[in-house]
């Protein structure tokens, strides 16, 4: 292990200032930070948090950090752990750099490194599916907001308590039929797993709900201009845009759509739609705007309560994958205290029994969290979601609407 007191190249210290935040229980992985003896003691429990801070996911990364510390301080100040005394959660954060090899890297040295008795983490379906293979192979358990149907495939350690992305689908093309009678849909997705995995349940299960869809067209991630495949999405004849895509490349979409003209409805899913950052970017354009999320901060009473605490902190309000990785952090505690142990396997088999439906690890849609064998929460289900005065409210399906749908 490196002497702690060495001082390193410019880029990386900034980055090991930033990220190494040892007071609260908090700590960075990787080469760029020592882990001090004191905490590998029996008093803590190290979980791992598997986030991009940097690169081009970095805005929901941070946004993540953010909520996974709130929720280890929520439960180390209800008592910690308390079948195992009292032992205080310590989150061990790595920053996956938006890079999938570097994710690949971080998720060995995590769980090499630390011995973390679970993990939450990564968010983007590329990164995550990385990041679950090492789980996998160290039999560490690891719980994602990721929504690729690959994610559970052959995995008996990945636990994903939220909907899927062929749920994602059937939500956005029901909610289709709230703006017309006749849905002509044009679909336009990034080329990778999120967006595949999304868009081809969109195409699968159109003919079903009598969605048409009149344009299917992917694009390479990272765009720099919308225009020409605004074009397209104008020459389709749609009267709804699906739009499949993170934050960057959804704000120039949104804003193609705005300078040429194109009245068109839309629902942006979920990805960077459903983030404080997109109305920061595009302001009243957001306004009225549909999507889909796993999670939203107006669910329930705790979300309320968590997004109060979050919003008071930050100064916004907390976001889909924010917010459901606090659910997250109570369902790996609820597991550590039915385990009463650290063992990475005894965790997982505990995880894998969970079955609640109250408290802050039941803050869902639908409010119960149960595990099928393949890992997935068997209560999971979307909330549509739509931009009002500048926050994010919680319309649809009818049981699960906390305020009327808007209509233009």
Same mark, same amino acid.
């Given at each position: ?35 001090? #003896? ?5 008093? =803590?429990? /190290? ?11 970095? !805005?929901?990364?941070? &946004?993540? *950090? /953010? ?8 439960? /180390? ?7 195992? &005394? ?28 630390? $011995? ?8 983007? =379906? ?8 090492? #789980? ?42 709230? *703006?017309?009678?006749? %849905? ?20 699968? !299960? ?12 992917? @694009? ?11 074009? $397209? ?10 739009? *499949? =895509? ?8 949104i804003r193609a759509i705005k300078q040429g003209g194109l009245q068109i409805a839309i629902n942006g899913g979920s990805g960077g739609f459903v983030i404080p950052d997109f109305y920061k970017n595009v302001g009243n354009a957001a306004e009225g705007l549909l999507g889909v999320a796993h999670w939203n901060h107006d669910i329930n009473g705790d979300a309320q309560k968590?997004?109060?605490?979050? !919003? ?8 889909? @994958? ?36 109250? &408290? ?11 595990? &099928? ?5 068997? @209560? #999971?289900? %979307?909330?549509?979601?739509?931009? !009002? ?5 919680? *319309? ?7 305020? %009327?749908?808007?209509? =233009?």
């Amino acid at each position: 292990m490196e002497n702690s007191q060495r001082r390193l190249p410019p880029r990386q210290q900034r980055r090991r200032d930033f990220l190494v935040k040892t007071a609260g229980g908090v700590v960075a992985a990787g080469a760029l930070s020592a882990l001090p #003896a004191r905490l590998g003691a029996a008093e =803590s429990i /190290n979980i791992g948090a598997l986030y991009p801070v940097t690169g081009s996911f970095a !805005q929901i990364g941070q &946004g993540c *950090v /953010n909520a996974a510390k709130l929720a280890v301080q929520m439960v /180390n100040d209800a008592g910690g752990i308390k079948s195992l &005394g009292g032992a205080k959660l310590n989150l061990i954060i790595s920053d996956l750099q938006s890079d999938t090899t570097v994710t690949r890297t971080e998720t060995d040295r995590l769980i090499s490194g630390y $011995k973390p008795a679970a993990i939450h983490g990564c968010f983007a =379906s590329a990164l995550t599916l990385i990041a679950s293979e090492v #789980a996998e192979r160290a039999k560490v358990p690891l719980l994602t907001g990721s929504s690729s149907d690959q994610l559970n495939k052959g995995r008996h350690y990945t636990f994903t308590p939220f909907s899927r992305a062929s749920q994602f689908a059937l939500a956005q093309l029901q909610m289709s039929k709230l *703006v017309s009678d006749k %849905p002509k849909v044009a679909v336009v997705f990034e080329n990778t797993a999120f967006g595949t995995s999304t868009s081809n349940g969109l195409r699968e !299960q159109a003919p079903g709900e009598g969605v048409e869809i009149v344009l299917f067209e992917p @694009y390479s991630a990272g765009l720099t201009d919308a225009g020409p495949l605004i074009n $397209k999405v104008k020459a389709s004849g749609a009267n709804m845009l699906f739009p *499949v =895509s993170y934050l960057n490349d959804l704000i120039l979409i949104i804003r193609a759509i705005k300078q040429g003209g194109l009245q068109i409805a839309i629902n942006g899913g979920s990805g960077g739609f459903v983030i404080p950052d997109f109305y920061k970017n595009v302001g009243n354009a957001a306004e009225g705007l549909l999507g889909v999320a796993h999670w939203n901060h107006d669910i329930n009473g705790d979300a309320q309560k968590v997004n109060a605490a979050y !919003q008071k902190q930050y100064g916004e309000f907390l976001f889909e @994958y924010a917010g459901g990785l606090v659910a997250q952090t109570f369902m790996i505690a609820d597991a550590l205290e039915q385990a009463a142990s650290t063992d990475p396997q005894k965790v997982r088999d505990a995880i894998a029994a969970l079955d609640v439906s109250q &408290g802050y690890a039941a803050m869902c849609p639908g409010g119960r969290v149960k595990f &099928g064998p393949d890992g997935k929460n068997i @209560y #999971a289900h %979307p909330v549509g979601v739509q931009w !009002q005065h500048g926050d994010l409210a919680t *319309v649809f399906p009818k049981d699960d609407a906390r305020v %009327p749908l808007l209509k =233009s």
